[in-house]
């Protein structure tokens, strides 16, 4: 397997992946989803809470707030050897505490102290909730670590998609150079130039083939779309929780982890 970066941001990245068959690359793209782990509020201990919303409201929103996640900290509570009660090794304190003193407050995100000073709120401008003057809201909550098969809130990827790359063949013997393929393409990819169709980001393509329907070239046609079954773009947005890096590579440990672990279970049979 080859991987390509074509662009890369904090929480963006956009790759080729080569020498691997649809079935791994949608078995890659469910782990990034459902099994790589990241830190999400599990627990919360309301001390006090007179403001407009429930606390299962505001347990809820707490829940939904993606955290920064610092995977060689802290462990799965299945793993720990706590056993899920809650120690330093799996679980990460928040504590809250505010009050509409002179008017109108607006609790965010930011408003969470954290015991460990590395995990914060990707997003410190999350709104929790809204108190008027006189209202308070006092609360412990506990973050843990979490895998998306659970729940959405420990998915640390906000998108990953991916589609085969790209083929588009011209055969300019026999093209008429009537330029309909040029007003046909919804991408704009194709155009006009130097007396003779060109393409100038095949990757955008998404396969529509209007170009290829307008083209009035017989037997066949001039310009055909197709791909390559063995390669892939693969575009990953993620929470913030953890760097779209990271969680490529996290994927791919894991996946290669499951492969191990049925390969080892199929020598017993």
Same mark, same amino acid.
């Given at each position: 397997?080859?991987?390509?970066?074509?662009?890369?941001?904090?929480?963006?990245v956009?790759?080729?992946?080569?020498?691997? @068959? /649809?079935? &791994?690359?949608?078995?890659?793209?469910? +782990?990034? =989803?459902? %099994?790589?782990?990241c830190l999400?509020?599990?627990?919360?201990?309301?001390?006090?809470?007179?403001?407009?919303?429930?606390d299962?409201i505001?347990?809820?929103?707490?829940?939904?707030?993606?955290?920064?996640?610092?995977?060689?900290?802290?462990?799965?509570?299945?793993?720990?050897?706590?056993k899920?009660?809650?120690?330093?090794?799996?679980?990460?304190?928040?504590?809250?505490?505010?009050?509409?003193?002179?008017?109108?407050l607006i609790?965010?995100?930011?408003?969470?102290e954290?015991? @460990? /000073?590395? &995990?914060t709120?990707?997003?410190?401008? +999350?709104? =929790?909730? %809204?108190?008027?003057?006189?209202?308070?809201?006092?609360?412990?909550?506990?973050?843990?670590?979490?895998?998306?098969?659970?729940?959405?809130?420990?998915?640390p990827?906000?998108?990953?998609?991916?589609?085969?790359?790209?083929?588009?063949?011209?055969?300019?013997?026999?093209?008429?150079k009537?330029?309909?393929?040029?007003?046909?393409?919804?991408r704009?990819?194709?155009?006009?130039?130097?007396?003779?169709?060109?393409?100038?980001?095949?990757?955008?393509?998404?396969?529509?083939?209007?170009?290829?329907?307008v083209?009035?070239?017989?037997?066949?046609?001039? =310009?055909?779309?197709?791909?390559?079954?063995?390669?892939?773009?693969?575009?990953?947005?993620?929470?913030?929780?953890?760097?779209a890096?990271?969680?490529?590579?996290?994927?791919?440990?894991?996946?290669?982890?499951?492969?191990?672990?049925?390969?080892?279970?199929?020598?017993?049979?």
């Amino acid at each position: 397997m080859k991987i390509t970066i074509l662009e890369q941001r904090d929480n963006y990245v956009k790759m080729i992946v080569e020498g691997i @068959d /649809p079935s &791994i690359a949608n078995s890659l793209r469910r +782990v990034m =989803i459902a %099994e790589v782990p990241c830190l999400a509020i599990e627990d919360v201990w309301i001390v006090e809470n007179d403001g407009p919303l429930y606390d299962e409201i505001i347990g809820h929103r707490l829940g939904l707030i993606p955290l920064k996640t610092d995977l060689d900290t802290y462990i799965l509570p299945s793993l720990c050897g706590c056993k899920g009660e809650g120690c330093p090794q799996c679980q990460v304190t928040f504590t809250l505490n505010k009050e509409a003193v002179d008017g109108p407050l607006i609790v965010y995100a930011e408003d969470l102290e954290p015991e @460990d /000073p590395v &995990i914060t709120p990707v997003n410190p401008k +999350v709104p =929790i909730v %809204e108190l008027v003057k006189g209202q308070k809201i006092v609360l412990e909550a506990y973050g843990k670590l979490g895998i998306g098969e659970e729940h959405s809130k420990w998915q640390p990827v906000a998108t990953v998609a991916y589609k085969y790359l790209p083929l588009i063949k011209i055969d300019y013997e026999t093209c008429e150079k009537c330029e309909k393929c040029v007003e046909a393409c919804p991408r704009n990819i194709i155009s006009f130039k130097n007396d003779r169709i060109q393409i100038s980001d095949a990757m955008t393509c998404n396969f529509c083939k209007a170009c290829e329907d307008v083209c009035e070239t017989e037997p066949e046609k001039a =310009i055909q779309v197709n791909w390559d079954s063995t390669k892939f773009i693969f575009t990953i947005e993620s929470s913030g929780a953890l760097a779209a890096e990271k969680v490529v590579t996290e994927a791919i440990k894991i996946l290669k982890d499951k492969i191990k672990n049925f390969l080892e279970m199929l020598e017993t049979l």
